[in-house]
């Protein structure tokens, strides 16, 4: 499938529940160009789940690369990124599903049952920004060790990050 | 299929009321068991210092008979928490800090850097860094391959054929050398091109590496692939299934000897790889069948090797003239940065795996997210259905199959 068939089909399957999309270009190479192509969708997170099993449908072995995200404000926006066309030479192209959750309410389904190699990436979500994947099915720590205090979130930017932990080179240890 | 791939939780852990025993970090005890109540099964703990391991990490191993029944990974003993220390660092200052994340794929994470700043701030890179930029991650591709090579032998207890391989790779590190100056970390991908150029006294060094590689490659597949010692110890063991690869979204050449033919170079072709055509190598173009063991991990990376130097002779005999980065002075580039916004993706194939850099900036000097995925991220999860039924002694060498 190209790009605009993947985005056309999950803009008839979703409608109103794709709140944005873009599909953006990079060209690249030595003397012949490759224009590498990504698409970009933010998702409502009630549709998350069914904007992953459409994706999952459209590509039976889809590839899951890592969540990356950040917070701002009161918002945490996680991004899903999938790839679609892989060993296709030349035909790879990226599909991210983004998801802001509002800091009242961090909890996002797991796709574990959809995509198996997303378990790494839901733990490491779960310490790292606070936000409780439902239905995982190991939620233990990953790369936080189990001494790292609680309620301490590194990736985020708010009272909940981690610059208490940080100690200053020129402070003198009391 | 829910929790078929997770690790085994802390209850089971715990059942039959055993209780895990530390193994003592760093104070040399190899492993300690911990019998079961009512039970024929053990639980081992191997780390997270360990003769057997490079990295700190602990494999927890329930253990009936000489057989593995389940595996459980801890990996909390090394998180430096690079991604939060770079959200305060400008984008040249990253670069050295990128560097760093892995020792031996130095310019995968630098380079996978780079490429999502440039595509945010849509900067084109000259085609002549392009090529360099090629060889270097090509030679460091030869480095990891060659130590790895001699890393797996060790662990089957084949030691003159570590001392040969790692001999071997000490020509690729003087090169590489000579070229940057550093034997392992190389400084160069900058954002827009590289730092040094290859001057064309260099070159005959490099095509003399590359010959030297060629010319020992028969000699490395005899020793690696012909020898019934390694093939007993590595046939059929550590098996990962392609439609488990698949399921786990493996990466590499873990993915590729089970049969998945990914490759970065190939699927989304960057920097001079879009010139050259490269194809992804599964066991079934280097030996006719596919069995998705260790075995077929050696022979994978046996094969690349063989790749990259006809790769690197390629760029270096085809070199295009021209520019080496964008902009020269980092000050101007960090200006152009400034006003960048956006997030963007930078992605390559390091020796390991595919490595995924994520970038988010919002027109600061520093980004404002930054996710880094390394090769073995994604492999991990496929340890587990490799251990299953593997033998107590078949450990180390099928948790240094996937390179982690």
């Known amino acids: 499938m190209k790009p605009d068939a993947v985005l056309k089909d999950l803009q008839k399957k979703l409608g109103a529940n794709i709140l944005e999309a873009r599909i953006a270009e990079h060209a690249e190479g030595g003397k012949k160009k490759h224009v590498a192509k990504s698409i970009w969708v933010k998702v409502g997170k009630s549709a998350f789940k069914d904007a992953v099993a459409e994706l999952c449908k459209m590509h039976p072995n889809i590839y899951f690369a890592v969540i990356s995200g950040c917070q701002e404000g009161d918002i945490v926006e996680l991004n899903y990124h999938f790839s679609f066309n892989y060993a296709e030479p030349g035909e790879e192209f990226f599909v991210t599903l983004k998801v802001a959750l509002p800091k009242s309410g961090l909890s996002l389904p797991t796709i574990t049952n959809l995509v198996p190699g997303a378990l790494i990436s839901e733990r490491e979500t779960q310490e790292m920004f606070g936000v409780r994947i439902e239905g995982i099915p190991d939620p233990r720590r990953i790369f936080l060790d189990d001494g790292f205090p609680q309620g301490v979130f590194p990736w985020r930017r708010d009272e909940t990050g981690p610059q208490k932990l940080v100690k200053k080179i020129n402070e003198a240890d009391e | ?404």
């Open chain 2, 1 to 404: 299929m829910k929790g078929q791939w997770c690790f085994m939780a802390e209850k089971e852990t715990m059942r039959h009321g055993k209780q895990r025993l530390d193994t003592g970090a760093g104070r040399g005890d190899e492993e300690t068991m911990q019998h079961a109540k009512g039970g024929t099964s053990f639980t081992i703990s191997i780390g997270p210092v360990h003769p057997a391991l490079k990295e700190p990490i602990q494999l927890d191993f329930e253990i009936e008979g000489e057989k593995v029944k389940n595996a459980d990974l801890r990996l909390s003993q090394a998180h430096r928490g690079i991604e939060w220390i770079g959200t305060n660092r400008n984008p040249i200052q990253i670069l050295y800090l990128a560097e760093r994340i892995c020792g031996i794929c130095n310019v995968c994470h630098t380079l996978s850097f780079c490429r999502a700043v440039e595509s945010i701030a849509n900067i084109e890179v000259p085609p002549r860094a392009q090529y360099i930029r090629t060889v270097t991650a090509e030679l460091e591709r030869i480095h990891s391959h060659m130590l790895w090579a001699g890393v797996a032998a060790h662990e089957l207890g084949f030691d003159s054929v570590m001392h040969y391989t790692w001999r071997a790779r000490e020509k690729v590190l003087d090169t590489i050398e000579i070229l940057t100056g550093n034997r392992v970390t190389k400084g160069m991908p900058t954002i827009g091109g590289v730092r040094r150029d290859f001057p064309e006294k260099h070159h005959k060094r490099i095509l003399e590496t590359v010959g030297f590689y060629k010319s020992i490659f028969g000699k490395l597949q005899d020793m690696l692939l012909h020898d019934p010692v390694i093939e007993a110890r590595t046939r059929g063991i550590g098996v990962l299934k392609k439609e488990e690869a698949l399921a786990l979204c493996a990466v590499g050449p873990t993915a590729r000897a089970s049969g998945v033919k990914r490759d970065v170079r190939q699927d989304e072709p960057y920097a001079a790889y879009c010139d050259l055509g490269v194809r992804a190598i599964t066991p079934k173009e280097v030996l006719g069948e596919v069995h998705g063991d260790v075995f077929d991990r050696i022979a994978v990376r046996l094969a690349e090797v063989a790749q990259s130097a006809d790769i690197i002779e390629h760029c270096v005999r085809n070199i295009p003239e021209g520019k080496i980065v964008f902009e020269e002075k980092p000050i101007k580039v960090l200006a152009q940065l400034r006003g960048a916004q956006g997030e963007g993706i930078g992605r390559l194939e390091a020796p390991r795996g595919e490595v995924f850099h994520y970038v988010k900036m919002t027109g600061q000097e520093a980004p404002y997210a930054w996710k880094v995925k390394a090769p073995t991220y994604s492999n991990l999860l496929s340890i587990l259905p490799m251990m299953r039924e593997a033998q107590i002694a078949d450990i180390p060498i099928i948790a240094a199959s996937i390179d982690p």
